[in-house]
């Protein structure tokens, strides 16, 4: 599966929008773009997945650019409890391997 | 957060102790996941289970040993751990290999 970058770590004041980067140059025709999060100690939580289009539910929206070398996650109004490493992953499902590497640390302050 | 549950939360045993980790899961899914938080370190994947079926074992000592009776249930049966197996113990599930996987919330498990 394909590597991605993402910052070590980025704030956001609370109710604002909280859009955070990732770089995944090397994604491959078959590779999902998935984000996942971890609230400090507890298992991680799944958000949100797209292979090329835009997507959006009830946590966020997937924005991906057209050569899919990169995407942006955007919780649209952050809350505290969106205090968590995200970590943005790809993935083709075929050799069961979701990779984490070390994600963003978004801290949501008042 | 009731789609995977995993029990108990929190283990403290000693390197001579057997202990088992459970992991339950009410999405109907196929496959079942054990994966390993370390401290500072990044998950890594230790089991799959598809089908009831072992797909993986990614290079994990005999100390753990998973089973899968059925598709909704998953343990780790834990024997001789070392300090260094202290960690967070994953348990995640997906409708196939190839779907998103959910996670529980995590054993957290001491080795003394």
New interface residues.
């Given amino acids: 599966d394909a590597k991605t970058t993402q910052p070590t770590s980025m704030d956001c004041a609370e109710g604002r929008a909280a859009n955070l980067p990732c770089n995944h140059s090397t994604i491959s025709g078959n590779e999902y773009v998935?984000w996942?999060r971890q609230i400090h100690?507890?298992?991680?939580?799944?958000i949100i997945?797209g292979l090329k289009n835009n997507e959006t539910n009830e946590m966020a929206s997937l924005i991906i650019t057209e050569d899919r070398k990169s995407s942006t996650l955007i919780l649209p109004h952050a809350t505290l409890r969106d205090t968590a490493v995200y970590y943005c992953i790809v993935f083709?499902?075929?050799g069961?391997?979701?990779?984490?590497?070390?994600g963003t640390q978004l801290k949501v302050e008042l | 957060e009731t789609g995977?549950t995993?029990t108990p939360r929190h283990l403290v045993m000693g390197m001579t102790n057997k202990k088992s980790l459970k992991c339950e899961q009410h999405l109907g899914h196929n496959a079942m996941?054990w994966y390993k938080q370390s401290a500072k370190k990044?998950?890594e994947?230790m089991f799959?289970y598809n089908f009831k079926e072992q797909?993986?074992n990614n290079s994990v000592p005999s100390r753990f040993s998973p089973e899968c009776p059925n598709s909704s249930h998953l343990f780790l049966h834990l024997h001789t751990l070392q300090p260094e197996d202290s960690a967070?113990y994953?348990c995640?599930s997906s409708q196939v290999?190839?779907?998103?996987?959910?996670?529980?919330?995590?054993t957290?498990l001491t080795v003394l």
């Fill in positions: 998935y996942y100690s507890q298992g991680p939580q799944y997945h083709t499902g075929g069961n391997k979701l990779t984490f590497g070390t | 995977v995993q996941y990044p998950l994947l799959v797909t993986e967070l994953l995640a290999p190839t779907d998103t996987q959910y996670f529980g919330p995590g957290r």
